[in-house]
């Protein structure tokens, strides 16, 4: 078991009707609130005006228009040139992770008189932010429990992870109620983004029983109950369920103790959907199966076994090699029956640029040292099998 030093500050308050608390979190924090949201869907909801009426004393300037795959050009830079012209004391978050991962970008900036890229890169480590609040209404990235977020840079095709101890939320509110108008497509994203954020703690060199026992149970609860949502998008258990497995995903608490894994479908997604602007869960489904498939050797094959007989049920009597075949398999029969595309070419990607992320990704992601190293020709060839 390995040592770790683990902390989270974030206060998670869930359930119906909580954002009636929103108030008094702000008012403890400062009056000066920038807004920051998507696309418009928290308008649709109700959930904009219920907010505004809420914080109906507080001073507050707004970010609309935060894309998926969060962009530092134009939101991360406009909404630092709005911390520092309106002398914001604190950001709050309504909407999903891309929302959360661009604020977490710019409560960093705001403290920085900079380029904020320099923080997000880490030539320069940043030594304040400004606090942030959110109100979920997405189950899928656990940003709204961690540290961390990611950032696209479109001139340069780069998506960045950028972690850092100060960009923790202060409060995170979830309704589970503010998802049953999440989109099939976005619903059935969400839960492959989170079964991949548990399957890269997971697949690791070290683990302990604890933690292999909190991950297949998190997998077959997001599975479970990412159906019965797709099924019933009112069904506040399911939704609810979805949602604090969602939460958990990302924070590292699956895998305290564990040897880092090195996150490597992550790594090649994050240039897929930086090179074409794909949904990160779409992508993270497509590549994750072939990735398995990839890896699967002798020393591998035991993590393979226990994957699928405790997590499918696979039959434990089967020879290691059939069981760890059928584990590979049912993971992309789930991802297929959640009707999420599982090849490349489905989400408009060809072969046209593979070598150049594939490199890209070499270059980039240091994923010589993950669980299982992963060279260019490793990392083309599994690109090359997604297609």
């Given at each position: 078991m390995?040592?770790?030093?683990?902390?989270?500050?974030t206060?998670?308050?869930f359930g119906?009707?909580?954002?009636?608390?929103l108030?008094?979190?702000?008012a403890a924090?400062g009056?000066?609130v920038?807004?920051?949201y998507?696309g418009?869907?928290i308008?649709?909801?109700?959930?904009?005006?219920r907010?505004?009426?809420?914080?109906?004393?507080?001073?507050?300037?707004?970010l609309?228009?935060?894309?998926?795959?969060?962009?530092y050009?134009?939101?991360?830079?406009d909404?630092?040139?709005?911390?520092?012209e309106?002398?914001?004391?604190?950001?709050?978050a309504?909407?999903?992770?891309?929302?959360?991962?661009?604020s977490?970008?710019i409560?960093?900036?705001?403290?920085?008189?900079g380029?904020?890229?320099?923080?997000?890169?880490?030539?320069?480590?940043?030594?304040?932010?400004l606090?942030i609040?959110?109100?979920?209404?997405?189950a899928?990235?656990?940003?709204?429990?961690?540290?961390g977020?990611v950032i696209?840079?479109?001139?340069?095709?780069?998506?960045?992870?950028?972690?850092?101890p100060?960009?923790?939320?202060?409060?995170?509110f979830?309704?589970?109620?503010?998802?049953?108008?999440?989109s099939?497509?976005?619903t059935?994203?969400g839960?492959a983004d989170?079964?991949?954020h548990i399957?890269?703690?997971y697949?690791?060199?070290d683990?302990?029983l604890?933690?292999?026992?909190?991950?297949e149970?998190?997998?077959?609860?997001?599975?479970?109950?990412?159906?019965a949502?797709?099924e019933?998008?009112?069904?506040y258990?399911a939704?609810?369920?979805?949602m604090?497995?969602?939460?958990l995903?990302?924070?590292?608490?699956?895998?305290?103790?564990?040897?880092?894994?090195?996150w490597?479908?992550?790594?090649i997604?994050?240039?897929?959907?930086?090179y074409y602007?794909?949904t990160?869960?779409?992508?993270l489904?497509?590549?994750t199966p072939r990735?398995?498939r990839?890896?699967?050797s002798?020393?591998?094959?035991?993590?393979?076994?226990?994957?699928?007989i405790?997590?499918f049920?696979?039959d434990?009597?089967?020879p290691?090699q059939?069981?760890?075949?059928?584990a590979?398999d049912?993971t992309?029969?789930?991802?297929?029956?959640?009707n999420?595309p599982?090849?490349?070419?489905?989400?408009?990607?060809?072969?046209?640029?593979?070598?150049e992320m594939?490199?890209h990704?070499?270059?980039?992601?240091?994923?010589?040292?993950a669980y299982v190293?992963?060279?260019?020709q490793?990392?083309k060839?599994?690109?090359?099998a997604?297609?």
């Amino acid at each position: 078991m390995q040592n770790f030093d683990y902390r989270t500050p974030t206060r998670l308050v869930f359930g119906e009707n909580v954002i009636e608390k929103l108030p008094a979190v702000m008012a403890a924090i400062g009056k000066h609130v920038l807004l920051t949201y998507g696309g418009g869907s928290i308008k649709k909801i109700g959930l904009y005006d219920r907010v505004k009426e809420l914080l109906k004393d507080f001073e507050i300037t707004e970010l609309p228009g935060i894309q998926p795959n969060p962009k530092y050009d134009p939101s991360v830079l406009d909404g630092v040139r709005l911390c520092k012209e309106n002398d914001i004391d604190v950001i709050l978050a309504v909407g999903g992770g891309s929302v959360l991962d661009c604020s977490k970008a710019i409560a960093a900036g705001a403290k920085y008189d900079g380029d904020p890229w320099d923080l997000i890169t880490y030539k320069v480590k940043a030594q304040a932010a400004l606090p942030i609040v959110d109100i979920l209404t997405l189950a899928a990235t656990g940003s709204e429990y961690d540290s961390g977020g990611v950032i696209s840079r479109t001139e340069t095709n780069d998506k960045v992870a950028y972690l850092d101890p100060l960009l923790y939320p202060v409060c995170s509110f979830l309704d589970p109620r503010y998802t049953f108008t999440v989109s099939k497509k976005q619903t059935a994203a969400g839960c492959a983004d989170a079964m991949n954020h548990i399957m890269e703690q997971y697949f690791c060199e070290d683990a302990t029983l604890l933690n292999d026992g909190f991950c297949e149970a998190g997998l077959k609860s997001l599975m479970a109950n990412a159906k019965a949502c797709l099924e019933n998008p009112e069904d506040y258990r399911a939704r609810a369920e979805m949602m604090f497995a969602c939460t958990l995903g990302c924070n590292g608490i699956y895998s305290l103790g564990n040897s880092p894994s090195g996150w490597p479908c992550h790594a090649i997604e994050h240039a897929l959907s930086a090179y074409y602007d794909i949904t990160h869960g779409e992508g993270l489904a497509i590549i994750t199966p072939r990735w398995m498939r990839h890896i699967l050797s002798e020393r591998t094959i035991d993590r393979f076994v226990k994957y699928g007989i405790n997590v499918f049920g696979i039959d434990a009597t089967l020879p290691k090699q059939e069981i760890a075949e059928k584990a590979i398999d049912s993971t992309y029969a789930f991802f297929e029956s959640i009707n999420i595309p599982m090849h490349l070419r489905e989400v408009g990607i060809g072969e046209e640029r593979i070598d150049e992320m594939a490199h890209h990704i070499a270059v980039n992601e240091g994923l010589e040292n993950a669980y299982v190293p992963l060279l260019e020709q490793d990392i083309k060839e599994i690109l090359v099998a997604s297609l």
